[in-house]
Nanobody, 128 residues
Framework: QVQLVESGGGSVQAGGSLRLSCAASAYIGNSNCMGWFRQAPGKEREGVAAIYTGGGSTYYADSVKGRFTISQDNAKNTVYLQMNSLKPEDTAVYYC?????????????????????WGQGTQVTVSS
């Protein structure tokens, strides 16, 4: 069982930045896939970014490319999501997800069901 705890959400004006953190209860530096998903009210859960912890390959949704950056710190068992140039449409609950002993691919963002563990979510609100 892997526990994930997100932090760093909050309220920010459009154009601002936030950095989300996801602390895992297990070592993340093996061949795992960790991702960030988000869900806005009345919408389906959407994949935002993913990272293959075994090699550092990253994947992004088109809607956040160039604005968001996913990274890992194996010493802290933590994955980060740096979010810049935030827009009101980025408002959502952001969830961290962990897929054990598996690679990542771009379509991992479209398949939340393949992730084994999820955090409780952190709210991000962007005002115009």
């Amino acid at each position: 069982q892997v526990q994930l705890v997100e932090s760093g959400g909050g309220s920010v004006q459009a154009g601002g930045s936030l950095r989300l953190s996801c602390a895992a209860s297990a070592y993340i530096g093996n061949s795992n896939c960790m991702g960030w998903f988000r869900q806005a009210p009345g919408k389906e859960r959407e994949g935002v970014a993913a990272i293959y912890t075994g090699g550092g390959s990253t994947y992004y949704a088109d809607s956040v490319k160039g604005r968001f950056t996913i990274s890992q710190d194996n010493a802290k068992n933590t994955v980060y999501l740096q979010m810049n140039s935030l827009k009101p449409e980025d408002t959502a609950v952001y969830y961290c997800a962990f897929r054990a002993w598996s690679g990542c691919a771009a379509d991992s963002l479209r398949r939340p069901q393949v992730f084994h563990y999820w955090g409780q979510g952190t709210q991000v609100t962007v005002s115009s």
